[in-house]
């Protein structure tokens, strides 16, 4: 997918929608100074063109229930299109594993699994090494305290600096 050019004004709306998904058109119009109007074709550009995937509310989990967070590293013992597909595949059906990533390194995967305690995450390890199309060493890291939670990207340190 080409990306779409951005100037200085769409870099201050996605930085503020990232901030405040809920802000009105009005307020980030005059926050960026533009006309309402001129400022929401910006948005709708911005959302057509998929620079803007989704609004979401980020909830505060501790106030709603009782779960735990586990980051677990997968490595799969074969590295074939077909085991890479068929592991994805099962991670996509488990709701619990909320993010993937396919990385490098030592381990094939990283994933971030939110269950509501120990007994649900090791059926979910038992699910993720039960399967017979392929072998996997899972490596299991409870999250003991979120210290920096995802709240958006700076979009300014994404920029390329000129060199020397």
Known sequence: MA???????DQKILQILQQQGRITNQKLADQVSLSPS???QRVRRLETGGVIESYQARINL???ARHIICIATVSLRNHTQDEFTAFEA???AIPEVVECFTVSGESDFL?????????RYVEINDQLVASNSYQVTINSYVVMKENKPFRGIDL??????EPG
């Open 3 to 9: 990306s779409i050019k951005l100037d200085r004004i």
């Open 38 to 40: 001129s400022c929401l």
């Open 62 to 64: 501790t106030r709603v």
């Open 90 to 92: 099962l991670v996509e």
């Open 111 to 119: 994933m971030r699994i939110i269950c509501p305690d120990m007994n």
């Open 156 to 161: 300014k340190t994404l920029q390329e600096t």
